[in-house]
């Protein structure tokens, strides 16, 4: 089993910047990838942003250029850097990891984006 807390979330203005944090605990030596989604209200749940281990990182096309995810094994966490935050950001963000033998999903951290 893979146990997963997320941080970081929160009210932010356009053009600010937010930090999430995502640490994985229990069974990590069978995490294959490490990654971030978001649900807006009203909407699917959507890819923002995957890091696979030993691959490349993917982005959804909205993000790119301004959201970084990145990752430190040895910590068995996994970060998204939101900068130039707009309101259409505004959505609960999920970690997600998918290990050998099944997928786990966080809590979810509400990130509002708001003047």
């Known amino acids: 089993q893979v146990q997963l807390a997320e941080s970081g979330g929160g009210l932010v203005q356009p053009g600010g910047s937010l930090r999430l944090s995502c640490a994985a605990s229990g069974s990590t030596s069978s995490i294959k990838a490490m990654g971030w989604y978001r649900q807006a209200p009203g909407k699917d749940r959507e890819l923002v942003a995957r890091?696979?281990?030993?691959?490349?990182?993917n982005y959804a096309d909205s993000v790119k250029g301004r959201f970084t995810i990145s990752r430190d094994a040895a910590k068995n966490t996994v970060y998204l850097q939101m900068n130039n935050l707009k309101p259409e950001d505004t959505a609960v963000y999920y970690c997600n990891v998918d290990s050998t033998w099944s997928t786990y999903w966080g809590q979810g951290t509400q990130v509002t984006v708001s003047s």
């Open positions: 890091i696979p281990s030993g691959g490349r990182t």
